[in-house]
């Protein structure tokens, strides 16, 4: 029996425009739990998948992984699949976090809400798969799932899976070569799911009572909320979905990131909504990890883990590069970003900074606040990181005043050594505390968050000039479609999306000297040596 994986993740209305050099974690686990049952998936992105050569009638069920931004390309999904095959549809990852409305939408037949896999494990062993349906009995005593019986049902929610099974379960590794630019693509391995930022939004109908337990009470205490705000940052729905974190074993992450260098990976980023998370969990245990500040930085795990990767052979050749996904500001501690410094130099690192104003992100439920963060900034600069800093324009309580804050904030970041200034325009989340606000509005038609728009490109330009005659170690992807004589490559350690001039071949490493700067996103360069 054959099952397809669609991974439809940032497809939006069918394929992506941004990020294209990403492949999440998601999509490779979930093939880790069907492989683990002895069956056979293969993996293909919407874009693919929606060509109208591509054949899906060799498969017997169909699973999709996507975002709530992706309902567009997961309905064309569906429909063609319908068009061609009475295989039954599941469909599971944030998507399905808007529960019945979106549902309804998507025609799927189950849904899998929060983690999938203790829960498609339980469709395995109901012989889901190999028998095609289960009675209406069945399915509604498996929890976490949305399913259709002649109406929509909506299950209880399944507890988040405890750390000592999460570590069981393992991702599949031959699957990545199932996406087309692999060796180029920055390829995430889950190392922590969940958050430990327990605080909560003052921005919400739910009225604060200022009980003070979200921020000052014990770990249990901080779990539930006496006014039902919904924990974390405003925005987010991470600590809703997955809860607190919980840290997979060294030797699992080491033996996954080992066999994806293996099959041609070249770029692997540390997945983790905050990276110096890592291990923290296994020092308050059995208590839920639900204080983003307290206890420091699980300095011996981290060490453990990424000593550990350095030795990998690619690695030391400086042939494959470790990257972090994000780190919490006010975790950056001297002795965190020294130990960073010692096996992640050059490595991108992510900050969310998301406002300017001290004020501003109390208010939103924002872990550090934006002077930890910008001391954080110096102090990885400083050990040869490169950050990459977050804000969000258009969010709930944004003001003139936070709106200055934050543009200063910017100029300041740039000061202190940060490579690059992330945007994002607010959308609203299922399950976050902002998940019923309005989309934020486009920065053209905001005066505010136009402000902070321009503020970043400039911010933006002024870093990429900085690039001018230097060089970058890229990884090679493939012709540039403007000029077909030219080849787009990615950086293996930090920078934008270069365009290298001559003809060369997907997964060479080359040392590229930079001549042009395209646009804020792309820069062009001539390649000086082939390394690899």
Not at 207 to 229: A, M, V
Not at 257 to 276: H, N
Request: positive net charge.
């Amino acid at each position: 029996m054959n099952l397809l994986i669609v991974d439809a993740l940032a497809a939006g209305k069918g394929s992506r425009t941004v990020t294209r050099d990403v492949i999440g974690a998601g999509p490779r686990s979930i093939a880790g739990v069907i492989e683990s049952r002895g069956f056979e998936s293969k993996i293909v992105t919407s874009d693919k998948f929606l060509d109208s050569k591509y054949n899906c009638k060799k498969y017997n069920s169909l699973l999709i992984s996507g975002m709530s931004s992706d309902i567009p390309s997961v309905r064309k999904i569906v429909k063609k699949w319908r068009s061609e095959n009475d295989g039954l549809v599941i469909v599971g990852g944030p998507i399905t976090s808007q529960f019945e409305a979106v549902f309804r939408k998507l025609n799927a037949d189950i849904g899998v809400i929060g983690e999938g896999e203790e829960t498609l494990s339980e469709l395995f062993e109901q012989r889901l798969f190999t028998e095609g349906i289960l009675t209406k009995k069945v399915l509604s005593q498996i929890k976490g799932i949305i399913y259709r019986n002649d109406e929509v049902h909506v299950n209880n929610l399944r507890p988040v899976i405890k750390r000592e099974i999460f570590d069981t379960y393992t991702p599949s590794t031959k699957v990545i070569q199932d996406y087309e630019l692999y060796k180029s693509s920055r390829v995430y391995v889950e190392i922590t799911r969940g958050c430990s930022n327990y605080h909560r939004t003052r921005l919400t109908d739910n009225i604060c009572i200022e009980c003070g337990k979200c921020t000052e009470g014990s770990l249990e205490d901080r779990y539930y909320c006496p006014s039902g705000i919904a924990p974390g940052c405003g925005y987010c729905s991470v600590p809703s979905l997955y809860g607190p974190p919980k840290s997979r074993s060294v030797d699992n992450i080491v033996k996954e990131i080992s066999e994806l260098l293996r099959l041609g990976v070249s770029r692997v980023v540390l997945s983790a909504p905050g990276f110096l998370d890592y291990g923290r969990d296994l020092l308050v245990e059995p208590q839920p990890l639900t204080d983003p500040r307290h206890p420091e930085p699980n300095y011996e795990k981290i060490e453990e883990l990424l000593l550990a990767l350095s030795k990998l052979k690619k690695v030391r050749q400086r042939k494959a590069s470790i990257l972090l996904e994000n780190v919490k500001g006010n975790l950056v501690t001297e002795k965190a970003a020294r130990i960073l410094g010692k096996y992640l130099r050059n490595a991108t690192v992510n900050i969310g900074f998301e406002s300017g104003s001290a004020k501003h992100c109390k208010e939103l439920g924002r872990p550090s606040t934006p002077e930890e963060n910008l001391i954080a900034v110096e102090r990885l600069s400083r050990v040869g990181l490169k950050p990459y800093v977050y804000f969000i324009h258009g969010l709930p309580g944004q003001t003139r005043k936070t709106t200055y804050a934050t543009i200063n904030m910017i100029e300041k970041v740039v000061e202190a050594g940060a490579a690059r200034i992330i945007l994002y325009r607010f959308t609203p989340l299922p399950m976050s505390s902002f998940k019923d606000f309005p989309m934020g509005p486009p920065a053209i038609r905001n005066k505010y968050s136009r402000l902070i728009k321009e503020a970043s490109e400039k911010a933006n330009r002024r870093l990429k000039e900085n690039l001018l005659g230097k060089k970058l170690r890229v990884v090679i992807a493939q012709q540039y479609n403007r000029n077909r004589k030219n080849m787009i490559g990615y950086p293996l350690y930090h920078g934008p999306v270069v365009v290298v001039e001559g003809l060369l071949n997907e997964g060479d490493i080359v040392d590229v000297e930079i001549t042009k700067i395209i646009s804020d996103r792309m820069i062009q360069g001539k390649a000086t040596d082939v390394i690899f």
